[in-house]
């Protein structure tokens, strides 16, 4: 599966932006998605993620309530709706995919076979 991630952009802080993963290659709904970040100088960090099929969710603690994660099979998609942005949201945001994730695998990068690019986002305080 190939995947494509856009939406970035700069946003005040307080605004939304809604990132979209399109996949291409394979049946997306087969595979769960979780979505990364990595800021300048710093590790790669779990944001979300969602499970294939019935689509269960997961959040980092510093995203719950303000981030959702969704999918739409029909459409080959998944999205990341970020609300309340904080400047320390700032970063270039990553989607992944996997085939046979177990869900205690689904909040580490290491577990996910498929990457795409990043898209950045930039929160301006």
């Known amino acids: 599966v190939q995947l494509q991630a856009s939406g970035g952009g700069l946003v005040q802080a307080g605004g939304s932006l809604r990132l979209s993963c399109a996949a291409s290659g394979s049946t997306f709904s087969a595979y769960s998605v979780g979505w990364f970040r990595q800021a300048p100088g710093k590790e790669r960090e779990f944001v979300a993620a969602?499970?294939?099929?019935?689509?269960?969710?997961f959040y980092a603690d510093s995203v719950k309530g303000r981030f959702t994660i969704s999918r739409d099979n029909a459409k080959n998609a998944v999205y990341l709706q970020m609300n309340s942005l904080k400047f320390e949201d700032t970063a270039t945001y990553y989607c992944?995919?996997?085939?046979?994730?177990?869900?205690?695998?689904?909040?580490?990068?290491?577990?996910?076979?498929?990457w795409g690019q990043g898209t950045l986002v930039t929160v301006s305080s």
């Open positions: 969602i499970k294939r099929y019935g689509g269960a969710t």
């Open positions: 992944a995919a996997d085939k046979s994730l177990i869900t205690s695998s689904m909040m580490s990068g290491e577990h996910y076979d498929y």
